[in-house]
C-alpha cells in the first residue's frame, strides 16, 4: 500500500453543494465523530470475520487481518502521543518499519490487537480535547498539522485498510463503499478542501488499483482541481502506475 498524504478513492459520490464555514462543524467536534465513525467501521469488518479469519498470521508481502488491525492501532497511538506531546513536551517516537511491526507483533493473540487498536481511538480522543484550535491546526516543519494526521490515522488511512481486506475477503461491494463512505463524510465535516481533495484521491487510486481507469482518472481530476498541491504525489504515486500512458491522465498535468 503506498503512502500518501491521506493518502487510497465516483460516480455515487454526492455533489451537493458542500456546508459553508459557518455551518460546518468545529474541527475538535467533528474529528471526535470521525473518530467513532473509524471505531464503527473497524467495528463492522470484524464482526464479518470467523475466529479462524481473527485470528490468521500473514505474511511480510501480504498481510492477515490481524496484521492490518496491528498496523493502525500502532499509528494511531503514535498519532495520540503526538497530541499528547503538546501538553507534555515529550516528542512522539515514530513507529518502525512495517516489516519490523509486523516481525515484533505476529504472534500477538487478537484479543490483545484490537484492545490496543481501539484504546489507540480512546487515547487519540481524550488527547485531542487537551489541543487549542491554534495548536491543533499549526503547520510543523513538513508543512503538516495536528488536524491533518489525526484525521489521517485515526480515519483515512483506517479506511484505505478496510478497503483492502474487504477485498482481499471478496466483498468488492463493502470496499468500495467505505470509501466513498469516506469521501461524503470528510465533505460533510470539513467541507471541499484540501482533506476533501486527499479523500477523493484515495478512492482515486482504489479504482486504479482495480483496472477501473476512468472511474480512477475522473476522482484524480476532482482532487487536484481541489487541491493542487496533490500534483507531485500523484504523479510519483505507484498505485496509479496503470493510468501513466492514458491520454486522459496525461491531460491532468498539461496546461
Excluded at 503547520?139 to 483492502?164: D, K, W
Excluded at 466483498?171 to 482533506?195: C, I, W
Aim: glycine share 4%; charged share 20%; aromatic share 8%.
Amino acid at each position: 500500500m503506498a503512502s500518501r498524504p491521506f493518502v487510497l478513492e465516483g460516480p455515487t459520490l454526492d455533489t451537493s453543494t458542500p456546508p459553508d464555514a459557518t455551518t460546518l462543524p468545529t474541527k475538535h467536534s467533528a474529528l471526535l465523530e470521525v473518530i467513532d465513525l473509524a471505531r464503527e467501521r473497524e467495528q463492522r469488518l470484524v464482526d464479518t470475520l470467523d475466529a479462524d479469519g481473527r485470528t490468521a498470521v500473514g505474511t511480510v508481502e501480504h498481510w492477515a487481518p490481524k496484521d492490518h488491525f496491528v498496523h493502525l492501532g500502532v499509528w494511531a497511538a503514535y498519532q495520540a502521543r503526538r497530541l499528547e506531546a503538546v501538553a507534555t513536551g515529550s516528542p512522539a517516537t515514530q513507529p518502525a518499519d512495517n516489516d519490523a511491526v509486523f516481525l515484533e507483533h505476529r504472534d500477538d493473540p487478537w484479543e490483545t490487537t484490537w484492545a490496543n487498536a481501539m484504546r489507540a481511538l480512546d487515547d487519540n480522543a481524550t488527547a485531542l480535547m487537551q489541543v487549542s484550535d491554534e495548536e491543533l491546526t499549526a503547520l510543523n516543519q513538513n508543512g503538516s498539522s495536528l488536524f491533518t494526521l489525526t484525521l489521517s490515522n485515526t480515519y483515512l488511512h483506517p479506511i484505505a485498510h478496510l478497503a483492502q481486506i474487504y477485498e482481499e475477503r471478496g466483498d468488492s461491494a463493502s470496499a468500495e463503499q467505505v470509501q466513498q463512505e469516506a469521501v461524503t463524510t470528510v465533505a460533510r465535516l470539513f467541507g471541499k478542501g484540501d482533506q476533501y481533495g486527499n479523500a477523493v484521491y484515495n478512492l482515486g487510486c482504489y479504482y486504479a488499483l482495480r483496472g477501473r481507469s476512468a472511474d480512477a482518472i475522473a476522482q484524480v481530476r476532482e482532487a487536484l482541481a481541489v487541491n493542487p498541491k496533490l500534483t507531485e504525489p500523484i504523479k510519483e504515486d505507484v498505485d496509479l502506475v496503470s493510468l501513466h500512458d492514458l491520454p486522459e491522465y496525461q491531460a491532468l498535468f498539461t496546461a
